[in-house]
């Protein structure tokens, strides 16, 4: 983004007119308005299983499952997301008004994808991949709550413009 575009964006706040334009016009909204909630409930499923794994040893099976799909739509809502900030902002990652929110978007990623590399080979224990998701989720909960923020901002934006 060029410093005009950076000081425009400053200027309109979260999004400037065509940019919310964009926002507004985009089935990529839909998609991440789609996908959010239903990672959202994923993740408390998949945390439910964790945590009735590290209570009871039981459960092990089930609570990968649930960390896979998981992660899966981890990597489904990040690819989306960048095609989303590409039509919206014109770059596909770390554009200015959510730059803080893609790089912890990476941590997030990173630790999900540490967890997989760990399962898929064997490298690293059961109890330890379950110390490495509970720390992917608690990032995951950090995460969503900044998007939640932005889109706190974002309706607190559009209806000062109205």
Known sequence: MTSIAASSQQQFGLYTPAQRARRDNTVWTLVQGVLAPLQFVVFVISLCLV??????GEGYAVATASIIAKTGLLYL????????????????LFAPAFFWEDVFSFVVIALHTIYIY??????????????IVLAAYAAYVINAGQFLWK??????QAEAGA
Request: charged share 15%; net charge positive; glycine share 8%.
């Open 118 to 131: 760990g399962f898929l080979t064997g490298a690293v224990a059961p109890d330890v991949l379950i110390l």
């Open 77 to 92: 809502i990040m690819i989306t997301g960048a095609i989303w900030e590409k039509v919206v902002f014109d770059q596909w």
């Open 151 to 156: 889109l706190r901002a974002a309706r607190l």
């Open 51 to 56: 945590v009735r794994y590290i209570a009871t």
